[in-house]
């Protein structure tokens, strides 16, 4: 009997060794270095991912390894890229093989254009390509707007008290306050109503991600030993993901048996809904359209807020460059009456190049991936079906080869007349080929009306509060919890 217990348990031992080590030795024939493991079957990533922050891992192995390096993260494998000339080969001339993100969710319902692929992915983004036209986004403006003169109004009031702001939370606010305009026809007033269920299920979304202690990191590591399967006995999709998809989905349901609103978002769900009765679209669900909504949040929420918190951190820290974009904002505005407008915002070239400055040296995505979806080879590197690409951003914004002294808040960089020093494909934080941001022509309009309507009533001026403090955890995003800094009334 104990013969017979000894060898049962022998025999599971190996079989989940063996298991675990599935896919060991895949990396090593794709022709680039692969980090060790540090255990026999547990890969080679930290135990303590709860601990770390995740853009310094990988600068730590880019300067080990070079621009390709191939790591286990428990059982999955997976390649990390920062080569720009190879990631266009991926994202755009190659993206037959590399047409899929890695993160899904077996409700297809529950699943946002970011979390579809193959003919899902297809039908959906041409279903919903035509809302982010200019011409469309011109007509979200007013909208828009509402929601920034809401921030200005509330900034308007606090800095009477006391002029240091913790901007990360303003720029929250106006953001879920536009998403909520725009996205779900809402007027959610975040100023006013701090506690509206919109902004506190969308800050808990993105929390939810973060590996804040032992039980999420040992979560996020059994779900990297055996993948998707783990759906089958724990429902890893936040809970307040799935309370904003009802509220967009009812929302939506709501509009619909009442006749059509004022042309926004819900309007434009409602028509791709009919067409998908009428036999378009076969790919999609009744239900997945109607909770499109939450894909503005999950584009633009936490990103847009992070990139106008950072920027307002780097233009406090150089009042040079702060001031030159006021100079731009005040004579633009003189010159087109006060009227802030797409026209406006278009002749704000330095607002622009801030902008993208500030995606570029502190990226809110640190990370970006692909699914190689079947084999591909190229001069040397041959990546298999299956394997998972990571585009390490922070890596590549912060190579002086593609970026000299990239720890400098350069604006210029991204001036008309520097154009043709920045390598393609080294600035990606709206992704590229065909499945690029569908909002960034929205997501950019909207970082440059705030911040030129902030620039246009304050200065903002560095505290000694005035610091950022990354995250640990975080496994995409360089995600902080808030920016102080002095906003002083011009």
Known sequence: MLLSLGLLLGATTLATIAYLRRNYGTLEKCGVPVQTPISFCFGTRPWKLNEIVAHEEDMELFLRFGKVWGQYDMSTPYLSIADPTILKKIMVKSFDSFSAHADSVSD????????????????????????????????????????IDQMIDHLEEVTEKDT?????????????????????????????????????YGRQVFDEFILRDVGTTILWHVYMMIGPALEKWVDILPEHYRHIWRIGNSICLERESRGPGPGDFIDRLIELKKRHEAGEFPALTTGQITGQSIVFLLAGFETTSNTLSSLTYHLAKNPDVQETLIEEVDEVLEAHEGRLDHESITDMPYLEACIKEALRIFPPVSRNDRMCTKDWQDEGLFIPKGILINIPLYVIYHNPEYWPEPELFKPERFLKENADKIVPYSWLPFGAGPRACIGERFAMAEMKMALAKVLSKFRVEADEKTKIEFQKGDQAMMSYTGIHVRMVHR
């Not at 297809?108 to 036209?133: A, H, I, V, Y």
């Open 164 to 200: 240091l702001v913790e901007v990360k939370d303003v720029y929250q606010k106006m953001a879920l306050d536009v998403i909520a305009r725009c996205a779900f026809g809402i007027d959610s007033n975040s100023y006013k109503e701090p506690e509206n269920k919109l902004l506190v």
């Open 108 to 147: 297809q319902s529950l699943r946002s254009l970011d979390l579809t692929n193959g003919q899902e992915w297809k039908d959906l983004r041409k279903g919903l390509s035509p809302t982010f036209t200019t011409g469309k986004i011109k007509g979200m403006l007013e909208l828009l707007e509402g929601g």
